[in-house]
Protein backbone atom coordinates (compact mmCIF):
# COMPACT_ATOMS: atom_id res chain seq x y z
CA UNK A 1 0.00 0.00 0.00
CA UNK A 2 1.41 3.36 -0.68
CA UNK A 3 2.15 6.41 1.64
CA UNK A 4 -0.43 8.78 -0.35
CA UNK A 5 -3.29 5.72 0.54
CA UNK A 6 -2.68 4.79 4.07
CA UNK A 7 -2.99 8.91 4.76
CA UNK A 8 -6.33 8.73 2.35
CA UNK A 9 -7.54 5.68 4.44
CA UNK A 10 -6.58 6.46 7.89
CA UNK A 11 -7.01 10.40 8.05
CA UNK A 12 -3.37 10.41 9.49
CA UNK A 13 -1.68 13.20 8.31
CA UNK A 14 1.66 12.78 5.89
CA UNK A 15 3.42 14.84 8.16
CA UNK A 16 2.09 13.03 11.54
CA UNK A 17 3.19 9.62 9.39
CA UNK A 18 6.65 11.11 8.77
CA UNK A 19 7.30 11.99 12.32
CA UNK A 20 6.07 8.62 13.22
CA UNK A 21 8.50 6.64 10.99
CA UNK A 22 11.86 8.66 11.44
CA UNK A 23 10.79 8.18 15.13
CA UNK A 24 10.50 11.77 15.89
CA UNK A 25 7.20 11.01 17.86
CA UNK A 26 7.69 7.59 20.72
CA UNK A 27 4.88 5.63 19.41
CA UNK A 28 1.87 4.69 21.48
CA UNK A 29 -0.86 2.65 20.78
CA UNK A 30 -3.53 6.14 20.26
CA UNK A 31 -0.93 6.81 17.58
CA UNK A 32 -1.09 3.49 15.42
CA UNK A 33 -4.89 2.50 15.65
CA UNK A 34 -5.95 4.93 13.09
CA UNK A 35 -4.47 2.83 9.92
CA UNK A 36 -3.34 -0.42 11.49
CA UNK A 37 -6.57 -2.21 10.35
CA UNK A 38 -6.07 -0.85 6.84
CA UNK A 39 -2.40 -2.63 6.96
CA UNK A 40 -3.69 -5.93 8.31
CA UNK A 41 -2.36 -5.77 11.82
CA UNK A 42 -3.21 -4.96 15.44
CA UNK A 43 -1.58 -1.86 16.95
CA UNK A 44 0.19 -4.19 19.39
CA UNK A 45 1.47 -6.33 16.83
CA UNK A 46 3.37 -2.92 14.78
CA UNK A 47 4.52 -1.47 18.16
CA UNK A 48 6.19 -4.63 19.18
CA UNK A 49 7.18 -5.55 15.63
CA UNK A 50 9.89 -8.11 15.07
CA UNK A 51 9.18 -8.85 19.23
CA UNK A 52 5.57 -10.29 18.72
CA UNK A 53 4.05 -13.20 17.13
CA UNK A 54 3.17 -13.06 13.85
CA UNK A 55 5.41 -10.11 12.64
CA UNK A 56 8.82 -9.84 10.68
CA UNK A 57 10.32 -11.53 7.88
CA UNK A 58 8.62 -15.03 6.88
CA UNK A 59 5.84 -13.88 9.09
CA UNK A 60 2.33 -16.13 7.63
CA UNK A 61 -1.04 -15.43 6.97
CA UNK A 62 -1.86 -18.28 9.25
CA UNK A 63 0.08 -16.44 11.95
CA UNK A 64 -1.76 -13.33 11.71
CA UNK A 65 -4.27 -15.16 11.77
CA UNK A 66 -4.15 -16.62 15.05
CA UNK A 67 -7.07 -16.20 18.01
CA UNK A 68 -6.24 -13.05 20.06
CA UNK A 69 -6.89 -12.45 23.66
CA UNK A 70 -7.18 -9.23 25.30
CA UNK A 71 -5.37 -8.23 28.49
CA UNK A 72 -6.40 -5.32 30.72
CA UNK A 73 -3.93 -2.93 31.81
CA UNK A 74 -4.42 -1.20 35.59
CA UNK A 75 -4.68 2.51 35.38
CA UNK A 76 -1.74 2.85 37.67
CA UNK A 77 -1.65 6.66 37.37
CA UNK A 78 -5.32 7.26 38.94
CA UNK A 79 -5.49 10.00 40.81
CA UNK A 80 -8.27 9.62 43.17
CA UNK A 81 -8.72 13.44 44.47
CA UNK A 82 -9.05 13.87 40.62
CA UNK A 83 -12.72 12.93 39.98
CA UNK A 84 -11.66 9.74 37.96
CA UNK A 85 -11.17 6.12 38.88
CA UNK A 86 -10.76 5.22 42.48
CA UNK A 87 -8.55 2.35 43.68
CA UNK A 88 -11.10 0.98 45.93
CA UNK A 89 -10.34 -2.03 49.37
CA UNK A 90 -12.42 -5.08 48.76
CA UNK A 91 -13.93 -7.00 52.09
CA UNK A 92 -10.58 -9.16 52.76
CA UNK A 93 -8.73 -5.71 52.43
CA UNK A 94 -7.12 -5.94 48.88
CA UNK A 95 -7.43 -3.80 46.89
CA UNK A 96 -9.08 -2.99 43.62
CA UNK A 97 -7.47 -1.40 40.77
CA UNK A 98 -8.93 0.69 38.27
CA UNK A 99 -8.74 -0.44 34.74
CA UNK A 100 -7.78 1.17 31.51
CA UNK A 101 -10.99 1.21 29.03
CA UNK A 102 -8.74 -0.24 26.27
CA UNK A 103 -6.21 -2.92 27.16
CA UNK A 104 -3.44 -5.10 25.17
CA UNK A 105 -4.06 -7.96 22.57
CA UNK A 106 -1.85 -11.18 22.39
CA UNK A 107 -1.83 -14.00 20.25
CA UNK A 108 -3.26 -17.45 22.13
CA UNK A 109 -0.03 -18.99 21.58
CA UNK A 110 1.98 -16.00 22.65
CA UNK A 111 0.63 -16.43 25.83
CA UNK A 112 0.49 -20.22 26.42
CA UNK A 113 3.82 -20.42 25.09
CA UNK A 114 6.21 -17.97 25.96
CA UNK A 115 4.19 -16.37 28.92
CA UNK A 116 2.86 -19.99 30.32
CA UNK A 117 -0.06 -18.25 31.88
CA UNK A 118 -3.57 -18.65 31.88
CA UNK A 119 -4.74 -15.30 30.07
CA UNK A 120 -7.83 -14.48 32.42
CA UNK A 121 -4.49 -13.82 35.27
CA UNK A 122 -2.54 -11.82 33.19
CA UNK A 123 -2.55 -8.02 33.86
CA UNK A 124 -0.41 -4.91 32.34
CA UNK A 125 1.02 -2.57 34.39
CA UNK A 126 3.14 0.70 33.58
CA UNK A 127 6.01 0.96 35.53
CA UNK A 128 6.99 4.71 36.91
CA UNK A 129 10.23 6.00 38.57
CA UNK A 130 13.84 4.56 37.98
CA UNK A 131 14.06 2.72 41.42
CA UNK A 132 14.63 -0.73 38.70
CA UNK A 133 16.50 0.72 35.94
CA UNK A 134 17.97 0.03 34.04
CA UNK A 135 16.07 -3.62 33.78
CA UNK A 136 12.79 -2.05 33.57
CA UNK A 137 12.46 1.73 33.48
CA UNK A 138 9.67 4.42 33.84
CA UNK A 139 7.00 3.82 31.05
CA UNK A 140 7.96 0.20 30.37
CA UNK A 141 4.72 -2.21 30.52
CA UNK A 142 5.10 -5.65 32.70
CA UNK A 143 2.97 -8.29 31.65
CA UNK A 144 1.71 -9.84 35.53
CA UNK A 145 0.64 -13.15 36.80
CA UNK A 146 -2.24 -11.83 38.58
CA UNK A 147 -2.96 -15.41 40.33
CA UNK A 148 0.91 -15.66 41.50
CA UNK A 149 0.37 -14.56 44.97
CA UNK A 150 3.43 -16.01 46.80
CA UNK A 151 7.02 -14.70 45.97
CA UNK A 152 8.61 -17.84 45.22
CA UNK A 153 10.49 -18.25 43.00
CA UNK A 154 13.15 -15.43 43.67
CA UNK A 155 12.58 -12.88 40.47
CA UNK A 156 10.54 -9.58 39.57
CA UNK A 157 7.15 -8.65 41.37
CA UNK A 158 4.38 -6.31 41.40
CA UNK A 159 3.62 -4.79 44.92
CA UNK A 160 1.36 -2.44 46.84
CA UNK A 161 3.98 0.07 48.72
CA UNK A 162 3.34 2.04 51.57
CA UNK A 163 0.92 4.27 49.56
CA UNK A 164 -1.38 1.99 48.30
CA UNK A 165 0.41 2.05 44.38
CA UNK A 166 2.13 -0.61 42.67
CA UNK A 167 5.50 -0.99 42.20
CA UNK A 168 8.03 -3.26 40.23
CA UNK A 169 10.69 -4.87 42.85
CA UNK A 170 13.05 -7.91 43.09
CA UNK A 171 11.98 -10.01 45.81
CA UNK A 172 13.81 -12.58 47.65
CA UNK A 173 12.61 -15.02 50.57
CA UNK A 174 14.58 -14.70 53.61
CA UNK A 175 13.81 -18.01 55.60
CA UNK A 176 15.28 -17.49 59.49
CA UNK A 177 14.09 -20.09 61.83
CA UNK A 178 11.06 -18.20 63.64
CA UNK A 179 8.91 -15.88 60.57
CA UNK A 180 9.68 -15.48 56.99
CA UNK A 181 10.38 -12.32 55.74
CA UNK A 182 10.65 -10.98 52.08
CA UNK A 183 13.78 -9.14 50.72
CA UNK A 184 12.33 -5.85 48.40
CA UNK A 185 15.10 -5.16 46.36
CA UNK A 186 16.12 -2.27 43.93
CA UNK A 187 17.99 -3.19 40.83
CA UNK A 188 18.97 0.72 40.46
CA UNK A 189 22.36 0.86 42.30
CA UNK A 190 21.51 4.33 43.67
CA UNK A 191 18.08 2.25 45.59
CA UNK A 192 18.45 0.70 48.74
CA UNK A 193 16.80 -2.48 50.00
CA UNK A 194 14.39 -3.53 52.58
CA UNK A 195 13.01 -6.48 54.91
CA UNK A 196 9.96 -7.16 55.40
CA UNK A 197 7.74 -10.00 57.03
CA UNK A 198 5.94 -12.27 54.75
CA UNK A 199 2.38 -11.56 56.40
CA UNK A 200 2.93 -7.90 55.82
CA UNK A 201 4.24 -7.79 51.73
CA UNK A 202 0.87 -7.43 49.46
CA UNK A 203 1.87 -9.49 46.47
CA UNK A 204 -0.25 -7.95 42.95
CA UNK A 205 1.48 -10.77 40.89
CA UNK A 206 4.61 -12.15 39.48
CA UNK A 207 6.70 -10.37 36.13
CA UNK A 208 6.67 -12.63 33.32
CA UNK A 209 7.36 -10.31 30.79
CA UNK A 210 8.83 -6.64 30.01
CA UNK A 211 7.40 -4.67 26.91
CA UNK A 212 10.90 -2.08 26.35
CA UNK A 213 8.29 0.46 23.84
CA UNK A 214 10.53 2.81 23.87
Given amino acids: M??????????????????LEGGQIRMRL???????????????QILLWGRYPGTGEGESSEARDEPL????????????GSGGPKREVRK????????????????VSFVREQL????????????????????????????????????????????????????????????????AHVKIISDNPKQGSEEVPLSELEVVGKVVCCLKLS
Fill in 2 to 19: SRSELVRLSGVSKQQLSR
Fill in 30 to 44: DHLKPFAKHLGYTPE
Fill in 69 to 80: RRVPELDTRADP
Fill in 92 to 107: DGRHADPIKSEGWVFP
Fill in 116 to 179: RASPERLLVIEANGDSMAPTVVSGDRVIVDAGHKTPTPDGLYAIRDAFAGIVIKRLQVMRPSKQ
